[in-house]
């Protein structure tokens, strides 16, 4: 089953997407593409792997670490599918990562690695934007650099765990305006998911609708207004998204 | 007192009624009952500024000019402290085994009280509902520029409270004194005039490029963990700000 949250007639609504990709209203009414907006599908804790993929770490320059390097993110940064992220205005880099999504499902804590699986509520995409710019030290990932604002498209809706078969084997591809820009596969996570859930739910209790991203392949790309930016993960969902400009942005707030 | 009839009420708390969270207004901290029924102030995002006191930048001063860092931050640098962290006023400080020292951390807590979007630092204080206590724990801070989740993200390492009190009776955010007390003997003293970056400046920093929402805390800054702060098991610590309110916890094993 695919589950999501939308905006529809100022309300937020829990529905579910049928196979056909329609919007399904708990009453079974199909609502029609564009009479509503994506929300993120899930609210809870927002961890991002830094350096996960062994490819990624090598075009950074880095040895992959050898103890998960996680951070945290803030809930103001998320927005759902289809909707606009902005590029500050003079900034010489912006990035999108394509991001397998690991939603908890129930509460952790103390898991085992072999029991970590049971743990698991579902699957979504994510898209975590980051300014270059304003990264002052490559182990540090400010807030500045990735809590931004709407830079942090997740969605369009979350997959049981049961419906992905091999989470550990899916290819993430993101586009820009049609074009293939990036390509990895989930099978090169340095710490793979039960090691994440393991790792995390020594330090603290997590809770169903936390949300741990699990990092980004290689293949990053500056993106401009006006891109669209397409990230999928292979059986999970193709998440969509517009860059704005900073003055754009402006006239929406 | 009768003379506050009418006004706007000083005091705001959550309690936890027969399972159900009521949120809670008094005129005087004495209306109160502080009891285990005492949540946290709000239920919002809590985001923490790191490196915000004079004297522990000027601890890190020759650090931070060598590698990793190579240089000082430019900008302030922010942590999150996850919803799992926040526990009222009275409920007990879990301290995990084996991972060294834990360590107090005083701070003026800043809540906000309607949305901000890139407010200016002039009138940033239009943003905020009022203050209260924050006990930022951590492990010992070894490394101030990696993400610290494990040091900082542990169930109960961020006591809030036990109120908001009302802006209004906060004439001067920006010079409080903070006490700490660990079973009742002032162990650390420092004040609202030690952080670097103001009241007003942060929340106008955050808000450039994160908008807070009404009910989110930014814990404005914590002093250097020296051990004075330590706590341990069997520990009751109190930290004291000036015309804020005093958050007590119990200190045990997990």
Same mark, same amino acid.
């Given at each position: 089953m695919k589950s999501a949250r939308i905006l529809f007639n100022n309300e937020t609504l829990a529905v579910t997407v049928n196979d056909q990709d329609q919007v399904v209203t708990q009453q079974g009414k199909i609502l029609e593409e564009g009479s509503f907006t994506w929300l993120p599908p899930c609210e809870g804790k927002i961890?991002?792997?830094? @350096?996960?993929?062994?490819? %990624?770490?090598?075009? =950074?320059?880095? *040895?992959a670490p050898d103890e998960p390097l996680v951070f945290l993110k803030n809930k103001n940064s998320l927005i759902g599918h289809d909707q606009q992220t902005y590029r500050p205005d003079n900034v010489d880099y912006m990035h999108y990562e394509c991001e397998l999504v690991v939603v908890i499902g129930k509460e952790a804590k103390n898991v085992s690695i072999e029991d970590a699986m049971d743990y698991v509520g579902g699957y979504t995409?994510?898209?975590?934007?980051?300014?270059?710019?304003?990264?002052?030290?490559?182990?540090? #990932?400010?807030?500045?650099? *990735?809590?931004? $604002?709407?830079c942090t498209p997740i969605g369009p809706y979350i997959v049981d765990a049961k419906d992905i078969k091999d989470p550990h084997n899916l290819v993430l591809r993101t586009y820009i305006n049609g074009e293939l820009k990036q390509e990895g596969n989930t099978e090169d996570l340095v710490f793979n998911i039960p090691h994440l859930i393991a790792y995390l739910s020594e330090i603290m209790t997590l809770t169903p609708g936390d949300m741990i991203f699990t990092g980004t392949p290689e293949g990053l790309a500056d993106v401009k207004p006006g891109d669209v930016v397409t990230t999928e993960v292979e059986g999970v969902g193709v998440l969509k998204n517009t860059i704005i400009s900073e003055s754009e942005y402006l006239k929406t707030i | 007192m009768l003379t506050t009839f009418g006004k706007k009420k000083m005091f705001h708390y959550r309690q936890?009624?027969?399972?159900?969270?009521?949120?809670?207004?008094?005129?005087?901290?004495?209306?109160? *009952?502080?009891?285990?029924?005492?949540? #946290?102030?709000?239920?919002?995002?809590v985001i923490g500024v790191a490196?915000?006191?004079?004297?522990?930048?000027?601890?890190?001063? *020759?650090a931070f000019n060598e590698k990793p860092h190579v240089q000082p931050p430019k900008t302030p640098v922010l942590h999150i402290k996850t919803d799992n962290? %926040?526990?009222?006023?009275?409920?007990?400080?879990?301290? #995990?085994? $084996?991972?060294?020292?834990?360590?107090?951390?005083?701070?003026?807590?800043?809540?906000i009280g309607k949305?901000?979007?890139?407010?200016?630092?002039?009138?940033?204080? $239009?943003?905020v509902a009022g203050f209260t206590v924050v006990n930022e724990v951590s492990l010992a801070e070894t490394s101030f520029y990696r993400p610290a989740v494990k040091a900082k993200c542990r169930?109960?390492?961020?006591?809030?409270?036990?109120?908001?009190?009302?802006?209004?009776?906060?004439?001067?955010?920006?010079? =409080?004194?903070?006490?700490?007390? @660990?079973?009742?003997?002032?162990? %650390?003293?420092?004040?609202?005039?030690?952080?670097?970056?103001?009241?007003?400046?942060?929340?106008s920093y955050i808000s450039s490029f994160m908008t807070l929402e009404a009910g989110d805390i930014i814990i404005a800054g914590t002093p250097e963990r020296t051990a004075d702060l330590a706590i341990? #098991?069997?520990?009751?610590?109190? @930290?004291?700000i000036e015309g804020v309110g005093r958050l007590v916890n119990p200190v045990e094993q997990e």
């Open positions: 961890f991002v792997l830094a @350096i996960n993929y062994a490819d %990624h770490a090598a075009e =950074l320059s880095f *040895k995409v994510g898209n975590d934007y980051a300014i270059r710019d304003y990264l002052e030290n490559y182990y540090r #990932p400010n807030l500045r650099v *990735k809590s931004r $604002d709407t | 936890k009624e027969s399972n159900e969270v009521v949120s809670k207004t008094a005129n005087a901290s004495f209306e109160i *009952k502080l009891d285990d029924t005492i949540l #946290p102030p709000t239920s919002g995002n490196l915000n006191n004079k004297a522990l930048a000027k601890s890190l001063e *020759k962290t %926040h526990i009222g006023y009275g409920k007990n400080i879990k301290l #995990p085994s $084996d991972k060294g020292a834990v360590f107090a951390g005083p701070s003026l807590g800043i809540v949305k901000a979007t890139r407010v200016d630092a002039s009138n940033a204080l $239009d943003f169930d109960t390492f961020c006591p809030i409270g036990p109120w908001t009190v009302d802006k209004s009776a906060v004439s001067t955010p920006n010079k =409080l004194s903070i006490k700490t007390f @660990i079973n009742d003997a002032l162990v %650390h003293e420092t004040n609202t005039d030690q952080l670097i970056y103001s009241v007003e400046e942060i929340i341990n #098991p069997g520990d009751s610590v109190m @930290i004291d």
